[in-house]
């Protein structure tokens, strides 16, 4: 009886360590595979990252050069710095 116990619990410890390592070498395979498409992605990724900061750039100069012929103008034409004050205003809301 004690060796029939002995056996199980030795059959019981290879299927464990069997399973063990199926789900190790799954583990691996996944995170190979996903290191490839991350890999095949990364270009794109910096393309992407590149193109956001040359577009955010160029909203901020924009911006700069609508602010300043906002004064050069509201400097002639007092009411046009108050109407550029509303619309300002009215796009914040």
């Known amino acids: ?6 056996a199980v619990l030795f059959y019981a410890l290879i299927v ?3 399973v063990s390592v199926v789900v190790f070498i799954s583990w691996v395979n996944e995170n190979h595979t996903n290191s490839k498409k991350y890999i095949a992605l990364k ?3 910096d393309n992407l990252e590149n193109s956001i900061r040359i ?9 700069e ?6 004064k050069q103008k509201s400097m002639c ?8 004050a509303e619309y ?5 809301v």
Do not use: C, T
């Open 88 to 92: 300002y205003q009215l796009m914040r």
């Open 16 to 18: 464990g360590s069997f």
């Open 43 to 45: 270009p794109k990724l």
């Open 65 to 70: 050069d609508i602010n300043e012929m906002v």
């Open 77 to 84: 034409f007092p009411w046009l710095a108050n109407a550029f």
């Open 1 to 6: 009886m004690e060796s029939l116990i002995v």
């Open 55 to 63: 577009h955010n750039e160029n909203v901020k100069r924009e911006r």
